[in-house]
């Protein structure tokens, strides 16, 4: 195997607010594989979330240090963070953050926007990425005009129209009812199958039964990492 | 990101808030506006005062009394004295003495009562000279001028203005040969004068009559020989400087006074338009002060929305960063924006100026002429404004972790 897409070494995050201190993460070390499918689980105040941004480098640690793909993001400034966001991670947000004043397309182009594709190019990405989840028909539609899973789709799609290091999914099924969430996460089995990485943070059980390898965390520490039954 | 993209990118935020948008730019389409406006107003009436100069007549001269001062020191304004005399007109005229002189007008003015049967008009009575009319560049359109041989002889004969005429007599009839009754005597209209033209000069120079100075002195009854202005023409433009000078000699020897304590006043056509364009000027610059400061209020107005927007935005903000945004592109995208806003509003404010433009003049009676270079100053103006009160918002945009963006509900 080659070298791990995400490898943490002894990461601790401490949020501060005046003088209290509060330690989200405890020393957390992890890989990730190319092509794994994990979910990361834990209740909430398990530092789910910090670890989730620490991941999709919205956040650089306290201590430690996080390579992704070879490169150290830990030491780097926001500009460059911005950069490896673009390059190397789609996200999925549970409020699917869509731009309602974009049709689908634009809101899947956006990524390319920000590394400098050209017009044509994004466009025939962006549509080719739509088609990937099924919504080829909805190209033009704005969100407004979608269901929650088909936006959830949309946002599916320009999480993978650049074609990521990891696609990195943040509750991706918390504000979907349970026929949405199968085809979310029909979507995901999707990608992994074609070989992408990808990393969902959930805390619903039956989410994360459908990945590989389960991550649990608890106060800021993985308490227990475990495979689960891979078809 | 390219600017093109930018553009792009702002263009849609712009039109994904059009009522806001608008409403934004409102602040710098009323200050653009009005300063088009006021600025034109200015220029309208500076050229409308232009126009009446020129239009006095060509290489002109003009010799007016200076001001008067009482026993107790209070000086009164230029022209309130009597200091000027039918002598001194013909001193003038003498061209041993004023050789760049070509023709001596003499203008004494009243306001006076005409009579036709039972129509009544109140006019300026121009009591003058038989040079008069070259002086003043004006020419006759029906009948004739007087004469010099009536001046002398004092007749009662008078040269109405076309206004005046049409005040006065009604119907086909020519005014010519119809008697006009004036202070209890009759006057023969002998002719009427061709309008002055241009219509900014003001009706004043087409409603007056004039007579010869003779007449006038005597139907005001006036025993003494002042003037209220002497106009001289000059015999070419390039000696109108020389014959400046020398009546000023004339005059500060005849009257026996220094240059310092002079009660005349020599003026050029030119000194004129600059003595009247400075008054304009300082009215000019006071209204385009207050509309400056609209202005100002407006580009506050654009950073004041443009940080509503930046909140209300902040998910965006966040979203765009996650996916890969930098903190520059998001400041240069506000900026962006913020310019468009002001951009945007200063050419809906220069067309309603124009429009305003057009409209004005027929509800104030004040021309309104817009420059090109005050038009280009105002978009540079909008487009700076924009620029300079959307450093702020952009800034405070680019600063928003991505983190904090993302989870604002």
Redesign the interface.
Same mark, same amino acid.
């Given at each position: 195997m080659s070298a791990p897409v995400v490898d943490l070494s002894g990461v601790r995050k401490t949020y501060r607010s005046g003088s209290i201190e509060f330690e989200a993460l405890c020393g957390i070390d992890m890989q990730i594989d190319e092509g794994d499918y994990v979910a990361v689980i834990g209740p909430s105040g398990s530092g789910k979330s910090t670890l989730m941004n620490l991941l999709g480098c919205l956040d650089t640690p306290t201590e430690g240090t996080y390579l992704l793909g070879g490169e150290d993001v830990s030491t780097m400034t926001e500009a460059q963070l911005a950069e490896v966001r673009n390059r190397r991670i789609g996200f999925v947000f549970q409020q699917f953050h869509l731009l309602a004043s974009l049709p689908a397309w634009r809101n899947v182009e956006l990524p390319l926007l920000y590394a400098g594709v050209s017009r044509v190019t994004r466009r025939e990405r962006a549509i080719a990425a739509l088609e990937k989840v099924g919504l080829g028909g909805r190209v033009l539609n704005r969100p407004g005009e979608l269901s929650g899973g088909q936006q959830q789709r949309v946002a599916v799609a320009r999480a993978l129209v650049t074609e990521p290091d990891i696609i990195l999914a943040d509750e991706p099924t918390g504000n979907l009812d349970s026929g949405s969430t199968e085809a979310v996460l029909g979507l995901l089995q999707e990608l992994h199958d074609s070989g992408r990485t990808v990393v969902v943070i959930t805390h619903e059980h039956e989410v994360a039964a459908r990945a590989e390898r389960n991550l649990v965390i608890r106060d800021g520490l993985i308490t227990d990492d475990m495979l689960v039954g891979a078809r | 990101?390219?600017w093109v =993209?930018t553009f792009r990118?702002a263009v849609?935020?712009v039109?994904?808030h059009r009522l806001r948008s608008l409403l934004t730019m409102l602040g710098i389409v009323i200050g653009i506006s009005s300063v088009i406006l006021t600025v034109g107003l200015g220029q309208g009436a500076q050229d409308k005062v232009k126009d009446q100069i020129s239009a006095l007549g060509s290489n002109l001269l003009i010799v007016s009394p200076g001001s008067t001062t009482s026993s107790s020191g209070v000086r009164g304004g230029f022209g309130s004295s009597t200091t000027l005399t039918l002598q001194d007109a013909s001193a003038i005229a003498d061209r041993d003495v004023v050789p760049d002189a070509l023709r001596v007008a003499p203008v004494s003015t009243s306001s006076t009562s005409l009579t036709v049967g039972d129509t009544n008009w109140t006019t300026s009575m121009v009591g003058t000279t038989a040079t008069w009319p070259q002086v003043r560049a004006r020419t006759v359109s029906q009948g004739r001028f007087f004469t010099s041989a009536e001046v002398t002889s004092g007749a009662d004969v008078t040269v109405i203005g076309a206004d005046t005429a049409s005040e006065l007599f009604s119907g086909p009839v020519s005014p010519v040969g119809q008697q006009v009754s004036v202070d209890g005597a009759q006057l023969t209209v002998i002719g009427v004068l061709a309008s002055s033209g241009s219509s900014s000069t003001g009706s004043s120079e087409d409603d007056q009559a004039v007579v010869p100075i003779s007449t006038q002195k005597r139907l005001t009854g006036s025993t003494n020989s002042s003037v209220s202005t002497i106009y001289v023409q000059g015999a070419s433009d390039d000696t109108l400087t020389a014959a400046y000078q020398e009546i000023n000699a004339l005059l500060l020897n005849a009257h026996d006074v220094t240059a310092a304590s002079a009660d005349f006043t020599v003026s050029t056509q030119q000194s004129l338009v600059e003595t009247a364009n400075s008054t304009n000027k300082t009215l000019t610059v006071l209204l385009g002060g207050i509309a400056a400061i609209s202005l100002l209020v407006g580009g506050i107005g654009v950073m004041n929305i443009m940080l509503v927007s930046v909140t209300e935005r902040i998910? =965006?903000i966040?979203?765009?960063?996650?996916?890969?945004?930098?903190?520059?592109?998001i400041r240069r995208q506000f900026l962006v924006e913020a310019s468009l806003l002001g951009l945007a509003g200063g050419v809906i404010g220069i067309v309603i100026g124009y429009v305003g433009s057009l409209v004005l003049p027929s509800l104030i009676d004040q021309p309104v002429s817009l420059s090109l270079l005050a038009t280009c100053a105002a978009l540079g103006t909008s487009l700076a404004l924009g620029v300079g009160f959307g450093v702020y918002p952009a800034s405070r945009a680019a600063r928003l972790?991505?983190?904090d963006a993302?989870r604002s509900e």
């Open positions: - | 990101m390219n =993209e990118t849609d935020a039109r994904a998910r =965006e966040g979203l765009r960063k996650a996916l890969g945004a930098t903190p520059s592109v972790t991505p983190i993302l």
